[in-house]
């Protein structure tokens, strides 16, 4: 059996004990292509042989700027086996940051998608005067095609590429990751070849058995579900790329995957679509939707309700559950959730429809999962992140702070040695994050950069607060405000719409989400909302003014990370009149419009 040390040793395993025939896929004119092992490990020595005859060295950086296609992973394995460093690029980065990391990690060759993104280099390279190859993964009539290289590779195929794998080491650099940069200038990350290797090994022990195909559809250049495809590839599952966000539902009916990775944002959108549809049935059907609803709203693990819950569970699973699972393609055994905090009610909802939900936790610099809840009977906790890897340890600090060590743990930061010695204390990462030991499960509660004081000293922490403002269908996006202030506000981006129904049904015919927003009447049916979640918080932290948004938050907005995490610096800037206003007026609420 081949031994796995190095992350590129994962094909010749794979080839070895699955030889899968569809390792990857994905939509190429309207039908599924796809690529067995020997394809992969072709095109990846290939592309390894290529490099190697354009100059590329051990320890040279060579990036990737492009969606999720198999093109990706065949220049990720072709990068990596000459010990090369791979920098994946966000295709929707600034072109401040384009030009930062291109200088910082002196990229010599980039791969990039299409022809919109060659220009966009091809324009920073020219100014910067750099010195840069750029191929492109899509045909562009006059562009350097990526073929190329792989054809230069496939001329020069009596080059051994044994001595070059033989030369790399589990501690040598794999990828240089630069953090999103919501809070200045992005820092790369080191990660090697153990980090994403011992990551692989013990999240790949908390999968189900029977997993053999999955969608893939969060960005590659993400850590998540780039440690999550090495981890497919390692358990013999065939990974399948969706054409975009927007034909996930489709993506799935056609695959049947057993499994994906999501967000939490993504799966609040899918079961508000489903609630929706729901209201628009009548009679019976109504009413037994909101029955099976309202009893996976109470689901608890293990059989903990009983055996009349567990029961009636049966019936629901039977009559209404079991086409939420058609939705997702019939076939589905786990979903995986991370990026963010995952609302505790959806997890109930989900399980109680007999779809696991699977939240986790991690960081970019810790390869990236520290906690994960399992599928087996007591490896969940509803609330919790789940309990920490088997090769790792974590502590939480005296102020709250979740302290990690173990062998995923980056290497340090590129050319930031600074910064390295303030992440890193005795080998222990500061994850900045918040949270508490529950029995063995993690429990996130803030961040630690975000949690913030009023004026009159009190903590309060804002995703605990967004989360639940996120329960009413009527709320699609919410950033809570409030830093040296006499108490928290919310700045709201409604779901326009659930709104425009209810506007409708109240005889509001007014449809511009502009103008929706300062109708009174909208405004105090948002307060109602407020009202009614802002029960169980301290009086300190409850909501007491708010303002309505016209616009949703988005990566090309810059208000969110390519992980859909919101950028609070920028929105905060971007509403600083409006944030003002809400401060300066008296009285315990009030709604303002932008």
């Not at 033989?166 to 980090?195: C, E, F, R, W």
């Not at 009614?532 to 949703?552: S, V, Y």
């Not at 988005?554 to 409006?578: F, H, Y």
Request: proline share 4%; charged share 25%; with cysteine.
């Amino acid at each position: 059996m081949a031994a796995v040390n190095r992350v590129f040793d994962l094909l010749s395993y794979n080839k070895s004990n699955f030889n899968n025939q569809d390792i990857l896929a994905s939509k190429v004119a309207g039908k599924w292509e796809k690529h067995s092992i020997d394809d992969f490990i072709a095109y990846a020595d290939d592309i390894s042989r290529g490099l190697l005859k354009l100059g590329i060295c051990k320890d040279d950086k060579v990036a990737v700027m492009s969606p999720n296609r198999p093109e990706w992973n065949f220049c990720d394995f072709g990068i990596m086996q000459i010990g090369a460093a791979q920098v994946p690029m966000y295709p929707t980065l600034a072109e401040g940051d384009i030009k930062f990391i291109l200088k910082n990690a002196e990229v010599k060759i980039v791969f990039v998608s299409d022809e919109v993104l060659y220009r966009k280099v091809e324009t920073i390279k020219n100014t910067e005067q750099l010195e840069l190859a750029i191929y492109t993964f899509d045909k562009v009539a006059g562009l350097p095609h990526w073929t190329e290289v792989q054809l230069l590779g496939k001329e020069n195929s009596s080059v051994d590429l044994e001595p070059h794998k033989d030369a790399i080491t589990p501690d040598d650099l794999l990828t240089l990751i630069y953090t999103s940069g919501t809070t200045g200038t992005p820092k790369g990350v080191m990660l090697t070849h153990q980090n994403l290797i011992s990551n692989v090994m013990y999240s790949s022990e908390m999968y189900p058995k029977g997993v053999r195909k999955a969608l893939s559809f969060l960005p590659l250049s993400h850590i998540f579900e780039r440690m999550v495809c090495y981890m497919y590839i390692y358990l013999g599952v065939s990974i399948y790329y969706a054409e975009s966000m927007e034909t996930i539902v489709d993506n799935l009916a056609e695959v049947k995957p057993h499994c994906f990775t999501t967000v939490p944002r993504l799966l609040e959108k899918v079961y508000d679509k489903i609630v929706g549809k729901g209201h628009a049935l009548t009679g019976v059907k109504k009413s037994l939707f909101f029955w099976a609803l309202a009893l996976a709203h109470k689901y608890e693990l293990d059989g903990k309700n009983g055996f009349f819950y567990e029961l009636q569970l049966k019936i629901a699973r039977k009559l209404i559950f079991s086409k939420w699972q058609a939705a997702l393609g019939g076939e589905i055994l786990v979903i995986i959730s991370g990026g963010a905090a995952l609302q505790e009610r959806l997890a109930r909802v989900f399980w109680g429809a007999d779809i696991k939900v699977l939240e986790g936790y991690g960081l970019t610099e810790t390869s990236p999962v520290i906690a994960v809840n399992g599928p087996k009977p007591g490896e969940t906790m509803f609330g919790t992140v789940g309990k920490v890897l088997p090769n790792l340890e974590v502590k939480i600090a005296e102020d709250g702070e979740i302290l990690c060590k173990g062998p995923s743990v980056m290497k340090g930061y590129y050319k930031r040695p600074d910064a390295t010695d303030e992440a890193i204390t005795d080998g222990w990462f500061h994850t900045g994050d918040i949270g508490v030991l529950k029995d063995g499960f993690l429990a996130i509660t803030d961040r630690k950069k975000e949690v913030f004081k009023t004026a009159g000293g009190k903590y309060i922490a804002p995703q605990v607060l967004e989360n639940k403002l996120k329960e009413s269908v009527y709320i699609e996006q919410v950033m809570i405000v409030g830093e040296n202030r006499k108490f928290p506000s919310a700045l709201i981006v409604p779901n326009f719409e659930k709104l425009k129904e209810w506007a409708q049904k109240n005889g509001i015919a007014e449809t511009e989400a502009a103008k929706l927003i300062k109708i009174k009447a909208v405004c105090d049916k948002i307060w109602l909302e407020i009202e009614k979640l802002n029960e169980g918080f301290g009086n300190w932290e409850k909501i007491k003014k708010f303002a309505l948004l016209p616009t949703e938050f988005t990566i090309d907005g810059g208000e969110m990370t390519p992980k859909l995490s919101l950028k609070r610096k920028v929105i905060l800037t971007k509403n600083a009149d409006l944030i003002e206003k809400i401060y300066a007026e008296g009285g315990d609420r009030n709604e303002h419009h932008v």
